[in-house]
């Protein structure tokens, strides 16, 4: 029976990834967010906030994890003017040191049954330069690097990926997307002319942690409607 750990699974694409996840025969799914809102009952969740020092991860984990993502994620679209130190240590914090945090608290369980699958998220502004991401960027260039460095590290054992998506219809993006007017003029950014909706990205981490993808490790898959390429 395979059991999947989705952190941050409450909300956007990781919601997305927990719905399809469900369709699997026997899957087990638990899921680390800071709240439950409405989830499934079949999902096993445990409020917790990776962010906060205190919390005991390793208590939380269950006995096996045959696959594990990682999505929470921060939009901070400002100048770099306007960024102070603050600013980039918060985008660090959650998409970096989180994701250290739970990866390290789940290591030997990912490690124990010989063929588990990581999956990160990272973001087409680490490929593509694009102006008012440098936080963000930054902290999602450091993913990518994890992402190498522990696919190197945890094989043959654990495969390790990263998703770079382009701006995605989820709860997150709805302020950049709160208008027919701001929903046509994101599309139109990119090559394929269309925003994704959070189950397409979601498809892509579901295939990573399936055993179709036992070949795939160390790479930056993008899913950006050819922005981060064309």
């Not at 984990?61 to 045959?66: G, L, Q, S, T, Y």
């Not at 789940?106 to 990581?118: D, F, H, P, Y």
Request: contains cysteine; charged residues 20%; proline residues 6%.
């Amino acid at each position: 029976m395979p059991t999947y750990l989705i952190i941050g699974g409450s909300s956007g694409i990781g919601r997305a990834l927990v719905d399809q996840l469900l369709t699997r025969e026997d899957a087990e799914v638990h899921v680390w967010a800071r709240e439950q809102r409405d989830l499934p009952g079949t999902v096993r969740f445990t409020p917790i906030d990776v962010t906060d020092e205190a919390s005991d991860l390793k208590s939380a984990v269950p006995e096996e994890v045959h696959g594990l993502a990682y999505c929470p994620g921060s939009i901070d679209l400002r100048p770099f003017r306007s960024l102070k130190p603050a600013a980039f240590r918060e985008a660090f914090e959650l998409n970096v040191v989180g994701a250290v945090r739970c990866l390290q608290a789940t290591e030997r369980v990912l490690k124990k049954g010989g063929s588990a699958s990581v999956v990160l998220f990272s973001t087409v502004a680490v490929q593509r330069g694009m102006p008012f991401h440098a936080s963000i960027a930054a902290a999602k260039g450091a993913i990518e690097g994890l992402t190498r460095s522990l696919a190197a590290e945890y094989a043959p054992a654990v495969r390790v990926n990263a998703i770079a998506p382009s701006l995605t219809d989820t709860p997150l993006a709805e302020k950049l997307l709160s208008s027919d007017e701001k929903r046509e003029a994101s599309a139109k950014r990119h090559p394929l002319n269309r925003v994704a909706p959070a189950s397409e990205v979601a498809a892509m981490a579901a295939f990573l942690l399936s055993d179709q993808a036992a070949s795939i490790t160390g790479q930056v898959i993008g899913v950006d409607g050819g922005l981060g390429s064309i």
